[in-house]
Nanobody, 122 residues
Framework: VQLVESGGGLVQPGGSLRLSCAASSGTFSSYTVAWFRQAAGKEREFVATIRMGRTYYDDSVKGRFTISRDGAKNTVHLQMNSLKPEDTAVYYC??????????????????WGQGTQVTVSS
């Protein structure tokens, strides 16, 4: 599975962005897909995932971010609203088949995109 992220950019605090993760494989719908982010000098951290039709979020983005799947287009989106400067990071999508207890671990995902930069700044 090859993953390609898009949609990053520069946005002011309080603004919105929608990230997309497009997959090359026709079996993409069978994978759990997650978004992680990595700020400069920090480890990659879990943001959100969609698994078997259910969504899970890190507490830091709950209520502001929404992950969704467009099966017809083999794409997973991350709608990000009310963005804060601390959301600044490179955002990566990952695909895998993790068990529920491991969905927030980078090691649970075997396929990754190249990342897209999100910068929240005035």
């Amino acid at each position: 599975v090859q993953l390609v992220e898009s949609g990053g950019g520069l946005v002011q605090p309080g603004g919105s962005l929608r990230l997309s993760c497009a997959a090359s494989s026709g079996t993409f719908s069978s994978y759990t897909v997650a978004w992680f982010r990595q700020a400069a000098g920090k480890e990659r951290e879990f943001v959100a995932t969609i698994r078997m039709g259910r969504t899970y979020y890190d507490d830091s983005v709950k209520g502001r971010f929404t992950i969704s799947r467009d099966g017809a287009k083999n794409t997973v989106h991350l709608q990000m609203n009310s963005l804060k400067p601390e959301d600044t990071a490179v955002y990566y999508c990952g695909a895998g088949r993790p068990i529920l207890s491991t969905i927030s671990r980078t090691s649970a995902y075997g396929y990754w995109g190249q990342g897209t930069q999100v910068t929240v700044s005035s």
